[in-house]
Structures are given as structure tokens and as C-alpha cells.
């Protein structure tokens, strides 16, 4: 199956900071999709990017599909922005709604 | 719209015991999915369905079984509880058709098995 990578695993800003998330996948996709899990464990769904770029206010997401990476950027950071990011794919043999996860980015964001 | 509606929230199961975990969707979407999260790690695939009578397994599908009667509904069984089943268990939903289309999350239910 797809493997996916997350890098870095761990991350510590001050508020305000900007910071650069990514993902790493081992097979072509058609589903690509990055998640905040909130200190409450709710999967927020940020966006979804099999190719292109895409942005939501202070977010940001690049996927370039031809070298198997997305970036999600996030621009003057703030405290609520703290939590796991994940990004998630679905390989085009997938044969149904077969998500792959990494194992996540750890972000906390301090005063 | 409420989306994908998952209940209960928190359960506690001694082990042996049996519960079901419930799913509903109000989208008219065909795919329907469970995941199991454990600490540090992302989401793993339990069981999916692809419509109404169709189920089939995911990455970790052992001590759990599923069916799909309707479109809206998905629920998850646990037949006899164990320890490592405890997890945080979330359910999604897509449209069918073509592939590459979003998936959408319930709010999870947060199950522990002593």
C-alpha cells in the first residue's frame, strides 16, 4: 500500500511565526487531503489537494503530484492553531475510500 | 445538515462485553468508513462499504464486524470487548462515483476496555 510521511513529526513556534508542514507519498493519488485534530479530537478537514494550490485565510496547501509531496503552510500563527496536522491519501487502486494516514505533525504554538 | 453523526461519545467496556457503535449520515453519500486512532498514531482503516449490502475490510479489520443495511447508516460491532480494542473510532463518509473526492469525519466516539 501508499506510504506516508510526515515531516517534521514535532514543532514548537511563537505566535505570529510562519511554518512549512510536509508530506511525503510513495504512489500517484487522487485524493489528498490535510486535517487539524483540535485539543478536543475533532478531525477538521483544512483542504482537499490532490494536485495544485490551494489557500483558506492564513493557510495554505501546495501539492505537487508528479514528485509525490504536499507542503501545508501556515502564516502568523496563533495559539488556536495548535494540534496534530495530518495529511491523508487515497491511491487511484484504492477501490473504495481507502485513506492512508501519516503519522502527523505535533504543533504547538506559544504566546 | 448535520453531517456524520457518531454515537455514543465516550463508552467505558469491560472486557468480553459486546456494543455497537453507531454512524449515520444525512449526505446521501455511498462510501462509508471506520478508522481506529491510537496514541501518536494516525488514523488506521478498519472496515469500509462502498453502498448498501457491500462491506469489506480495511487495514485492521480482527475483533470487528459491520454491515450496511441503508445508505445512511454504518454501524461498527465489537463482539466480545478486548483491551487492545481500546481507541478513539471515527466514521466518514464521501460520495460514490468517481474517486478522489473528499471524505467527511464524525466527531469520534472514545472507547475503553478494562
Known amino acids: 500500500g501508499i506510504q506516508v510521511e510526515q515531516s517534521p513529526p514535532d514543532l514548537i513556534l511563537q505566535e505570529g511565526a510562519n511554518s512549512t508542514l510536509r508530506c511525503n507519498f510513495s504512489d500517484s493519488v487522487n485524493n489528498l487531503q490535510w486535517f487539524h485534530q483540535n485539543p478536543w479530537g475533532q478531525l477538521i478537514n483544512l483542504f482537499y489537494?490532490?494536485?495544485g494550490t490551494k489557500q483558506n485565510g492564513r493557510l495554505s496547501a501546495t501539492t505537487v503530484a508528479t514528485e509525490r509531496y504536499s507542503l501545508l503552510y501556515i502564516s502568523s500563527s496563533q495559539t488556536t492553531d495548535s494540534g496534530v496536522y495530518f495529511c491523508?491519501?487515497?491511491?487511484?487502486?484504492?477501490?473504495?475510500?481507502?485513506?492512508?494516514f501519516g503519522t502527523g505533525t505535533q504543533l504547538k504554538v506559544e504566546l | 445538515n448535520a453531517g456524520v453523526t457518531q454515537t455514543p461519545k465516550f463508552q467505558v467496556l469491560k472486557t468480553g462485553q459486546s456494543m455497537t457503535l453507531q454512524c449515520a449520515q444525512d449526505m446521501n453519500h455511498e462510501y462509508m468508513s471506520w478508522y481506529r486512532q491510537d496514541p501518536g498514531m494516525g488514523l488506521r482503516l478498519i472496515h469500509y462499504?462502498?453502498?448498501?449490502?457491500?462491506?469489506d475490510q480495511g487495514e485492521v479489520p480482527n475483533g470487528y464486524n459491520v454491515s450496511r443495511s441503508t445508505t445512511e447508516d454504518f454501524p461498527l460491532r465489537l463482539l466480545s470487548a478486548a483491551p487492545s480494542q481500546t481507541s478513539v473510532y471515527f466514521c466518514?463518509?464521501?460520495?460514490?462515483?468517481?474517486?478522489?473526492?473528499?471524505?467527511?469525519f464524525g466527531d469520534g466516539t472514545r472507547l475503553s476496555i478494562l
Open positions: 462499504s462502498v453502498g448498501a449490502g457491500i462491506t
Open positions: 491523508a491519501v487515497e491511491g487511484f487502486t484504492g477501490g473504495g475510500n481507502k485513506l492512508t
Open positions: 466518514a463518509s464521501r460520495p460514490g462515483g468517481e474517486s478522489g473526492q473528499p471524505q467527511h
Open positions: 489537494i490532490p494536485s
